[in-house]
């Protein structure tokens, strides 16, 4: 047709209402389109040139939009584009124009839209039809150059995009693998998780299936991942890895790349077997360094390459980048077969653990026959952590032995460097990214005060030194810790008399469950979802400090037995709270007395009131009370050396010299060594002083150390210990006297009984029952 041809939009009536022939191929509906009858109105009455002309000129609308559905189905062009076009009927003008009929815009549609003729068509005018167009750019068919052109330009634009991204991409995972190498992990997953958004942002790039590229960037970060400790998003990212990996190992001739093909799905899978081993699930690690070794093997062995050859063995067909391809290949069979060393002995711990946890003695047993078994299943735990430090059921499982164990400060700690480590999670799971759904704290902002590398070691520090967190520190800690081991760090607190850190923890914790407003109306019923033991604990936490500050005041002021009964109500605070406790349970709650072992919770706080308790029977002269109220201190922390010192005195009180001279030995011995540790460096020079360090260190008693002794003290005591031997060997010398005086008496009477009785026999004045007397 004329029109399909590329006519100017004015052309001759009979050009512009010629039909084209309909199109050989499958395409629009090409037959012309109804159009709504409307009448024309002229200015006093309708003659008929004026309808014959409205008449042409409908056809001439039917045929223009007939040819241009033909041009839009040529061009594939969406129909829903619109046109405009200009059609000359050549007739005498309608009202309004001289000499030439209004021009038509056409718009191209079904007929019932805006843009159509039908939706448009103005009823009462004579010869024209005005249709508006859409909110679509006009595209005119009569120069399909300009489109083709136009065309041209948007996949040139598309192009340079695509290049632009790329440049994108490489250049973050430079930065990230850069970063990656100076330590910064956090950084360096933030690059590569840009890197992925950046790359995902082009449909090109990230066609599913065989993107390798993206592979290579969720494996980079997924070796970060592990670097940082969050095993499972590098488990998940080795996932996403390899389902954009192809395997290639079964064909005939594999293409060696170093980070395509089988070497890069095999050392995907070592790190995602790496992943699980850290995380605790040996099975699923042992499959995935299975499949490594496996697909590596096969690789090699179709490209006809030795696996167990040397690392500078190669075919001299192979270029340099199939070279680097089997140095890969070889690697991840080196490291598959290595950690199968790892996964023996992480599945022997796990084994020995569920052995022992099915032995444990009943906790009707006692402290004194579990504490044997618990600690050797707490070394036992300590080994399975080493090599699978991300497995959540064992920092659980060592958080409960611990309280169980009643050695609250140890759990503290643990807890403690458990939150430091998961501090570097700051900033990896970002809103937004693909990481957002794994975060194991979802909304906790980024710590201000805590620090990952709290707990290491200074050049020059002194290794065993216990480290605690500040107030703000614990706060920060409190909202990492996982669900289950939460309220046993909160209650070591303040078991641990580390009230302001106790005080800041549980503040923060109602600040975060509650949104910070805690007078809202549902405040408290946030609370009971999120922390349904926060009000009980709570709770412990005003009533401690309430009866052991008037206890206090009732000591200052002399009145001892007020204040030992405080003391004692104090204690029996946590007798009922959790019966997995050693010594916890009914017994303890049923029990009126706080010295016995069922009421043994454990922690400097108990440690403390015992030894406080200790202190007012001493001054009531109950000397034999103090010494069980020490022993119970003791008990808890075995190098508490103020009780030692008070159960030395009272045993001397007591007249057991043997004893309290046992235990000022201890106490001087334990002081003694403290300082030349610390001083000279020189060791314990008895087994029994190391016996006692291994026994103070193993009780975590960090609150009254040997090495806080001061000098003044130390003479006090050695004088005090002078006077204990002097009146010990005056009391010996007494004894010895006495006995003495005892033993001569009894034989100046057995010399006068003889003196009588050989006087009587020489007279004969004794008869035979007097002689059975005499006998």
């Not at 200009?86 to 000499?99: E, F, Q, W």
């Not at 859409?134 to 005119?140: C, I, Q, S, V």
């Not at 006692?366 to 044997?372: D, E, N, T, V, W």
């Amino acid at each position: 047709a004329p029109f399909a041809a590329g006519m100017p939009p004015q052309q001759p009536a009979a050009a512009a209402t010629a039909t084209p022939a309909a199109p050989a191929t499958a395409g629009p509906d090409l037959s012309p389109m109804n159009v709504s009858d409307g009448s024309v109105d002229g200015d006093d009455a309708a003659d008929t040139s004026a309808a014959d002309t409205s008449m042409e000129g409908l056809a001439a609308i039917r045929n223009a939009e007939a040819v241009a559905a033909a041009a839009a189905f040529e061009q594939n062009v969406d129909p829903n584009l619109r046109a405009s076009f200009s059609v000359d009927l050549n007739r005498s003008p309608s009202k309004g124009a001289k000499g030439k009929a209004k021009p038509f815009n056409i718009g191209i549609g079904d007929g019932t839209r805006p843009g159509s003729p039908r939706g448009r068509m103005r009823k009462g005018k004579a010869g024209a039809a005005s249709i508006a167009t859409n909110n679509t750019a006009p595209l005119p068919f009569s120069n399909f150059a300009a489109q083709r052109q136009q065309e041209a330009a948007l996949q040139a634009q598309r192009q340079q995009q695509e290049e632009m991204r790329a440049k994108a991409v490489s250049a973050l995972r430079d930065e990230g693998k850069a970063l990656y190498m100076a330590g910064r992990y956090v950084d360096s997953i933030r690059r590569y998780t840009r890197a992925i958004q950046v790359h995902a942002g082009d449909n090109s790039m990230s066609q599913p299936g065989g993107n390798e590229l993206l592979a290579v960037l969720y494996g980079n970060r997924a070796a970060a991942l592990v670097m940082v400790g969050a095993y499972r998003a590098a488990e998940a990212d080795c996932r996403r890895a390899l389902e954009k990996v192809g395997d290639d190992s079964s064909l005939p001739a594999p293409v060696l790349r170093p980070e395509g093909g089988a070497a890069l799905r095999s050392k995907l899978l070592c790190r995602q077997g790496r992943a699980l081993l850290k995380e605790g699930m040996d099975d699923a690690a042992d499959r995935a360094f299975f499949a490594a070794s496996n697909v590596a093997r096969k690789t090699l062995l179709r490209a006809g390459v030795d696996s167990a050859g040397a690392g500078n063995d190669y075919p001299p067909h192979l270029d340099e980048s199939a070279r680097q391809a089997v140095q890969v290949l070889r690697q991840s069979i080196a490291d598959a077969t290595l950690t199968k060393c790892d996964l023996k002995r992480s599945r022997e711990a796990t084994a020995t653990i569920v052995e022992c946890a099915r032995a444990a003695p009943p906790p009707s047993a006692g402290a004194a026959a579990r504490l044997p078994h618990c600690r050797k299943l707490l070394l036992h735990i300590d080994a399975a952590l080493a090599l699978a430090p991300g497995a959540l059921r064992l920092q659980e499982q060592k958080a409960s032995l611990l309280a169980s164990m009643g050695r609250w400060a140890a759990l503290g700690q643990h807890c403690e460097r458990l939150a430091c480590e998961y501090v570097k999670f700051d900033g990896v799971f970002a809103e937004g990214s693909d990481l957002a759904s794994m975060d194991p704290y979802p909304g906790v902002p980024p710590a201000k005060h805590l620090r990952s590398d709290f707990f290491d070691t200074a050049e020059g520090e002194n290794p065993a030194a216990e480290k605690m967190l500040n107030t703000k520190e614990a706060a920060e800690a409190a909202l990492r810790l996982p669900p289950m081991i939460l309220p046993m760090y909160v209650r070591s607190l303040r078991l641990e008399e580390r009230y302001g850190e106790a005080h800041k923890t549980l503040s923060a914790l109602e600040h975060f469950a509650t949104g910070g407003n805690l007078k809202h109306p549902r405040a408290p019923a946030l609370l009971r979802q999120r922390y349904p033991w926060l009000r009980a604990e709570r709770d412990r936490l005003t009533k401690t400090g309430t009866i052991k500050e008037r206890g206090d005041e009732q000591f200052r002021s002399r009145e001892y037995s007020s204040a030992a009964a405080q003391y004692a109500r104090c204690l029996l605070i946590d007798a009922d709270s959790d019966p997995n406790v050693m010594g916890g349970g009914p017994r303890a709650s049923n029990s009126s007395d706080p010295t016995g072992e069922g009421s043994n919770v454990g922690g400097r706080l108990h440690a403390v009131l015992h030894c406080n308790r200790a202190a007012c029977f001493m001054a009531l002269n109950r000397h034999g009370d103090a010494s069980k109220e020490c022993t119970a201190a003791l008990r808890i922390h075995p190098g508490y050396i103020k009780a030692m010192l008070r159960r030395a005195r009272c045993y001397a009180r007591l007249d057991r010299r043997e004893e309290s001279a046992t235990e000022y030995a201890r106490w001087i011995q334990l002081v003694e060594d403290a300082r030349n540790r610390a001083n000279r460096g020189v060791p314990s020079a008895s087994a029994s002083a190391t016996a006692s360090a291994t026994a103070a260190s193993e009780s975590g008693c960090n609150f009254d150390r040997a090495s806080d002794v001061t000098d003044d003290d130390l003479g006090k005591v050695k004088s005090e210990i002078s006077e204990f031997r002097r009146q010990a060997a005056e009391a010996t010398r007494a004894e010895e006297e006495a006995k003495a005086r005892a033993k001569s008496s009894r034989q100046s009477f057995y010399d006068k009984f003889n003196d009588v009785q050989n006087q009587r026999s020489g007279a004969g004045g004794f008869r035979r029952g007097s002689e059975r007397y005499g006998a």
